[in-house]
């Protein structure tokens, strides 16, 4: 079976400090892989998505990006934080097609201090 | 544009009542659309897809939803609520590579 990991769970970071999250899929090859930013709750803002090694596709303009160095692998990078970037970052896989679902990690709770 | 839409911000309902979780959708061509669930601190969870087919879809824990082509709806179900169902719900669609996801509707189950 498929599973998604992220860490870390919780991330407490100064204003200006670099940022590096991972995610990592187990149990498929060549998967769909995307970066979401959700504030106060609610609703999911996608921030990057990726449909293969090395390819990147950038939604909202900012101050993160975000790499696939290896097929199951996605990070979402940040050279200065700002206080703005704080929220809870989801990593999700999905397959190719219209029809298939996608699957969520537990996320990152990123405060900015 | 492809894109649902979550009429209510939150639902309360008692335990034992049914429950629906509303979701409309403005696609060209054939929609396909899901349900995903949220509980606190925790990634979405899928729920249920409806493709094509049958109009009432069958999910996970007791879920189902209501595809209405007429009323452009996609209206999510349960008989009987639990106090465990409360949490936050996402009515959510693809466009190519992407997913559009709904406002998200917090739903309260009161013992």
């Known amino acids: 079976s498929q599973t998604i990991h992220q860490w870390p769970a919780t991330l407490v970071q100064p204003v200006g400090s670099p940022l590096s999250l991972e995610c990592t899929v187990e149990?498929?090859?060549?998967?769909?892989l995307y970066w979401y930013r959700q504030a106060a709750g609610r609703g999911l803002q996608l921030l990057f998505y990726s449909v293969g090694i090395g390819q990147i596709s950038s939604e909202v303009p900012q101050n993160l990006s975000a790499s696939r160095p290896q097929d199951r692998q996605f990070i979402l990078s940040s050279k200065k934080l700002l206080l703005s970037d704080s929220g809870f970052y989801l990593c999700?896989?999905?397959?190719?097609?219209?029809?298939?679902?996608?699957?969520f990690g537990d996320g990152t709770r990123l405060s900015i201090l | 544009a492809q894109s649902v839409a979550q009429p209510e911000d939150q639902v309360n309902v008692a335990e034992g009542n049914p429950l629906t979780v509303k979701c409309t959708y403005s696609v060209s061509g054939n929609p396909y659309l899901f349900w995903y669930v949220q509980y606190p601190n925790r990634g979405l969870q899928f729920l249920l897809k409806y493709i094509t087919g049958d109009n009432l879809v069958k999910g996970s824990y007791g879920f189902e939803a209501e595809f209405n082509k007429s009323q452009t709806s996609f209206h999510l179900k349960k008989p009987s609520a639990l106090v465990s169902d409360s949490a936050l719900y996402f009515c959510?669609?693809?466009?190519?590579?992407?997913?559009?996801f709904g406002s998200g509707t917090k739903l309260n189950v009161k013992p």
């Open positions: 999700a896989w999905g397959r190719q097609g219209l029809n298939q679902p996608q699957h």
């Open positions: 149990g498929t090859s060549n998967p769909n």
């Open positions: 959510a669609g693809p466009n190519f590579n992407k997913f559009y």
